[in-house]
Structures are given as structure tokens and as C-alpha cells.
T-cell receptor
Framework: DARVTQTPRHKVTEMGQEVTMRCQPI?????VFWYRQTMMQGLELLAY????????DSGMPKDRFSAEMPDATLATLKIQPSEPRDSAVYFC??????????????FGQGTRLTVV | AQKVTQAQTEISVVEKEDVTLDCVYE???????LFWYKQPPSGELVFLIR??????QNEISGRYSWNFQKSTSSFNFTITASQVVDSAVYFC??????????????FGGGTRVLVKP
């Protein structure tokens, strides 16, 4: 049963610390998304990749957030330094895009981040 | 720019009632994709359906049905004979097909459905 795997599931950290969230997309998917979910803002797109190359990271605060795909089986989202306002659930999703066609995106279970 | 609006923030029904969730979208692309996702209290986002812009045929899957109308830019979702397990937040989403858009997925604000026994 193919699924997107995110680690850790929960993270509590102190303000100023570095946080790294990891995502293993579904094998064969060429598109990876990072979303953040908060009560106030809903689901916000932070960044996404196609064939490991960043397509759009305009939703991400550049001064503290960074997203990478070191290889096809791993996507990472880092926050350095973390702040209390970063507290949210971070979702990774993967999908397959061929030409102008798109499949549905499958989501991981999310990482619940609390910055104190 | 693409946009999805779910005007209903919360709907409360009694079990066995039908419930319809509205979704209105905006896009300039002629090729696009519409989705519905369910987020139960456990928190994960579960894919329910995908619809292509060139296929306006309505779809039924068990107690779920979807009504896609390009003329009104709407993609509404109906749960028939609701059950307590249907209690969740439901998200409508849009993906534009143009190369410029990059097929990114834009979500509406979600509608919380509470089904009471």
C-alpha cells in the first residue's frame, strides 16, 4: 500500500532551534508539495518540486525556511531559527504530473510542530 | 490566479440527513482539475475525487455524489444519508493545467461537517 511517509509525527522545540521535517514521497511520483495548516490561514502551499527541482517556493518565508530534495526518495523542510508563529501542522504530498495532466496528490499524515 | 471558495464554514446535520457542500472556483485556464479531500478528526487528508475540466459528467460513489457545473464554476459535493463517521472537514481544491501554473494545488478554506446521532 503506497503512501507518503512523514517524520517526525510530532515535534516540540524551543524558539530559536532548528527544525527539520522529512518526507518520503510515493515511489514513481514526480511532484512533491509542502503545505502548512493553521486554524487562521488554512492550508497554505509553501513550496513544491517537480523531478526534484523547485518550481515555486513563494509561499515560504525565505529568511528562515528552506526546502530541498536531496534525492527522489527524500524531501526536507527546514526552519532555522524556529519561532512560535511557525507552530502548525506541516503536510507533505506527492503526485504524478505528465505534460498538462495531473493526478491527485496523496498526503502524508503530517508533522505537528509546536514551538515554545 | 486560481482561487477556491467554500462559503460554508460549518454544517451541522442529524444522522441520515443529506448534506451538500458548495465549492466555487476561479481560473483562467481552460484545462484544470478539481478535487475533494476529507480531513477526519485524526488529521490526515484523504483524497476523495478528481474531476477534469473537460468532463462535466456527474459522479456517484456510494453515498457520495459530485455535481460539476462549468457554467457556474462550481463543483458541489453531496453526502446522502449522512453518518456520524462522515464528520470531518472537507476541502475542495483546484489545479490548473497550464505550464505556468505548474499544476500546483490550491485549497479552499474547508467546510466542517458535524453529523449528530
Amino acid at each position: 500500500d503506497a503512501r507518503v511517509t512523514q517524520t517526525p509525527r510530532h515535534k516540540v522545540t524551543e524558539m530559536g532551534q532548528e527544525v527539520t521535517m522529512r518526507c518520503q514521497p510515493i515511489l514513481g511520483h514526480n511532484t512533491v508539495f509542502w503545505y502548512r495548516q493553521t486554524m487562521m490561514q488554512g492550508l497554505e502551499l509553501l513550496a513544491y518540486f517537480r523531478n526534484r527541482a523547485p518550481l515555486d517556493d513563494s509561499g515560504m518565508p525565505k529568511d528562515r525556511f528552506s526546502a530541498e530534495m536531496p534525492d527522489a526518495t527524500l524531501a526536507t523542510l527546514k526552519i532555522q531559527p524556529s519561532e512560535p508563529r511557525d507552530s502548525a501542522v506541516y503536510f507533505c504530498a506527492s503526485g504524478l504530473v505528465i505534460g498538462a495532466g495531473a493526478t491527485e496528490a496523496f498526503f502524508g499524515q503530517g508533522t505537528r510542530l509546536t514551538v515554545v | 490566479a486560481q482561487k477556491v471558495t467554500q462559503a460554508q464554514t460549518e454544517i451541522s446535520v442529524v444522522e441520515k440527513e443529506d448534506v451538500t457542500l458548495d465549492c466555487v472556483y476561479e481560473t483562467r485556464d481552460t484545462t484544470y482539475y478539481l478535487f475533494w479531500y476529507k480531513q477526519p478528526p485524526s488529521g490526515e487528508l484523504v483524497f476523495l475525487i478528481r474531476r477534469n475540466s473537460f468532463d462535466e459528467q456527474n459522479e456517484i460513489s456510494g453515498r457520495y455524489s459530485w455535481n460539476f457545473q462549468k457554467s457556474t464554476s462550481s463543483f458541489n459535493f453531496t453526502i446522502t444519508a449522512s453518518q456520524v463517521v462522515d464528520s470531518a472537514v472537507y476541502f475542495c481544491a483546484l489545479s490548473e493545467g497550464s505550464k505556468a501554473a505548474g499544476n500546483k494545488l490550491t485549497f479552499g478554506g474547508g467546510t466542517r461537517v458535524l453529523v449528530k446521532p
